[in-house]
């Protein structure tokens, strides 16, 4: 099938930056979008960032103007700069890959493992 390696996460203080990474490889034939989505505790998975293979990007509200998502097609990577980092920013972040496996296949999403990311003092 596919994997998605994730790396890049950490604690960092508040104000600082972090660029996590996501890896997709496998039987993948073709991308329609990547993206990053958070969890944190007690709280429902949100959007963070979404990129297509157009190059077309979209965001949360609350990281617009703070993270970049961008995407290395011929790596099938894609990395989320995150800047000015806040407390509430602080949870699980997960690769998101929407794919497809062939001509044929109408499309498949798979996530990674998450990455932690922590901001406190």
């Known amino acids: 099938q596919v994997q998605l390696v994730e790396s890049g996460g950490g604690l960092v203080q508040p104000g600082g930056s972090l660029r996590p990474s996501c890896a997709a490889s496998?039987?993948?034939?073709?991308?329609?979008?990547m993206g990053w989505y958070r969890q944190a505790p007690g709280m429902q998975r949100e959007l963070v960032a979404t990129?297509?293979?157009?190059?077309?990007?979209n965001y949360a509200n609350s990281v617009k103007g703070r993270f970049t998502i961008s995407r290395d097609n011929a790596k099938n990577t894609i990395y989320l700069q995150m800047n000015s980092l806040k407390p509430e920013d602080t949870a699980i972040y997960y690769c998101?890959?929407?794919?497809?496996?062939?001509?044929?296949?109408?499309?498949?999403?798979?996530w990674g493992q998450g990455t932690q990311v922590t901001v406190s003092s």
């Open positions: 998101n890959l929407n794919w497809h496996s062939s001509f044929l296949d109408p499309g498949k999403t798979s």
């Open positions: 496998g039987n993948i034939f073709s991308i329609y979008a």
């Open positions: 990129i297509t293979s157009g190059g077309n990007t």
